[in-house]
């Protein structure tokens, strides 16, 4: 086992501990940090019998060396000894996972809505400041700052390093599922920041093991394992967006989909539908040879029940356009609202515009999404595509 | 823990009250003391401390060392009209203690974890 595989596997498990027995994330973080610099410099190639264990002893001692020598801290007494009691399991038993307490404390709703996502990066995940700020294109500076503010805030507000009460748990849950969403989408939108599609499945997945019984949990992580699936068909050789309907097959991952599969199955049986498990039911459908466009539509309705917004409006209308054809599904997009600024709208708007042969109206929409579309890939996409309708 | 809970009021609810005459504030009151019997009772039975004000017209403001003004310290939508001081295991428990103070329905909560 190389340090590398030690730190993915005990990192937030071990900043989960010291931050529950401490409620000092920041001190549990430096901590476990120290731990594995001297854990470089010792262990050379041979890690000891059970690494995580020597980890988190030599990080509990670090943090009682740190909390020593804090001159002004008034509960230093309490602390030591609530430090002494950490337990240091010989062998990895079934202990509770504290990392999980930890995830829904990174994704406390008391904690601002854009410093959970690279919190939770960095205390569970064990990212490093430098590798969050560049994925999320802030200063380093200013990302370390935020982190150290939320990093006090759970310390000095007493947000809980556990799993809420049952009463509250849906929602929590909620804004944990949605932070992990977050970190995908944010890796899945360009090719760079892949390694942050790979850490939110990670993420998704731990999550997933931890709460067995929560099926949306389980929906999640099937959508991520989709939509990742066809990571390696989404752009072609030139970095170009390839739309699904376009995609070559042969590059999906299928071992992907079939886990994906299991864990929707798994998510289902639960017959407790929400909005993930939807979401990935209409994946798994686009995973099809011929997807069954009535089914997704029918999805899609149900999706717009459960959690209402535009842009499940905007995907009804499109797939409404592949079951009922493009007269259809014009309609349905000339009915969605609040989607103005938002470039996809104006990219399927022109796409069916496009497939009726009206071609100045789609000429316009697609000089609308471009001039609202960002990523560089999707440009070069609606550009091509302006290029074909404006020549004869 | 120990967490300042600020209780405040709308606007509208305050000039409600006010505009009621003496037999009206009886039954509001006999309306709302229940609530907060209860409250007491079955979500806070030992607060550290907790005091009703008087209304925010009879504040007066003290501002850059001596001018005084009529008034609570700021314009809001929303006055003070009381606060509750507990002690809770987390963040989570003084929310929850706090979302079933009776004026949680119609006005506010702040919830401020004390610097100690």
């Known amino acids: 086992m190389s340090l590398e595989d030690v730190f993915r596997e005990e990192w937030g498990r071990s900043v989960a501990i010291l931050a529950r027995a401490t409620g000092d994330p920041a001190l549990a973080e430096d901590s476990v940090q120290d731990a594995f610099a001297t854990a470089l410099e010792r262990w050379g190639n041979r890690p000891p019998r059970n690494p995580g264990a020597w980890i988190l002893t030599t990080a509990r001692n670090r943090a009682i060396d740190r909390i020593r020598r804090d001159r002004t801290l008034a509960r230093k007494t309490e602390l030591l000894a609530r430090l002494e009691q950490v337990d240091v399991p010989e062998e990895d038993t079934s202990v509770p996972d504290e990392r999980l307490g930890l995830i829904f404390a990174c994704c406390h709703p008391a904690l601002a809505g854009d410093v959970r996502v690279p919190l939770t990066l960095r205390l569970v995940g064990g990212l490093d400041t430098g590798e969050i700020a560049r994925a999320f294109l802030v200063s ?238 999707e440009r070069s996409f609606l550009e091509r595509r302006l290029a074909e309708v404006t020549t004869a | 823990m120990r967490y300042l809970l600020l209780l405040a009021n709308t606007e509208e609810r305050i000039a409600g009250w006010e505009d009621l005459d003496a037999d009206g504030r009886r039954e509001a009151m006999a309306e709302e003391i229940p609530k907060w019997n209860a409250f007491f009772d079955r979500v806070a039975p030992n607060p550290v401390g907790g005091l009703q004000l008087d209304l925010p017209r009879t504040a007066k403001t003290l501002r850059d060392g001596g001018l005084v003004t009529d008034g609570p310290y700021a314009e809001t939508k929303e006055q003070i009209g009381g606060y509750l001081l507990v002690d809770c295991e987390s963040l989570d428990e003084a929310i929850e203690v706090a979302s079933q103070v009776p004026v949680a329905a119609t006005g506010s909560v702040e919830i401020r974890p004390l610097d100690e």
């Open chain 1, 140 to 377: 380093e500076a200013t990302l370390a700052q935020r982190l150290v503010r939320a990093k006090r805030k759970i310390r000095d507000a007493g947000i809980p390093l556990e799993v809420p009460a049952a009463h509250v748990l849906p929602d929590r849950l909620g804004s944990v599922l949605a932070v992990l969403y977050l970190i995908f989408n944010e890796g899945y939108s360009t090719i760079v920041r892949n390694e942050l599609a790979q850490e939110a499945i990670r993420l998704a997945k731990l999550l997933a093991v931890l709460m067995p019984d929560e099926p949306e949990a389980l929906g999640l992580l099937a959508l991520l394992l989709f939509q990742d699936s066809r990571r390696a068909a989404r752009l072609d050789a030139n970095g170009e967006l390839v739309l699904l309907a376009d995609q070559d097959r042969a590059l999906w991952d299928q071992d992907r989909i079939a886990e994906g599969k299991r864990m929707l199955e798994r998510a289902l049986s639960f017959r407790k539908p929400g909005p993930y498990q939807v979401q990935a039911a209409i994946a798994a459908l686009h995973a099809e040879d011929e997807p069954d466009w009535p089914q997704i539509v029918a999805l899609y309705c149900r999706l717009a029940e459960l959690a209402p917004s535009p842009v499940v409006d905007l995907n009804r209308a499109v797939a409404a356009a592949m079951a009922e054809g493009p007269e259809v599904g014009l309609a349905l997009i000339e009915r969605v609202s609040g989607l103005e600024s938002y470039h996809l709208l104006h990219a399927a708007r022109a796409d069916l515009l496009r497939r009726l042969d009206r071609r100045e109206e789609a000429a316009e929409a697609y000089r609308q999404a471009l001039e609202l579309a960002e990523s560089a890939a």
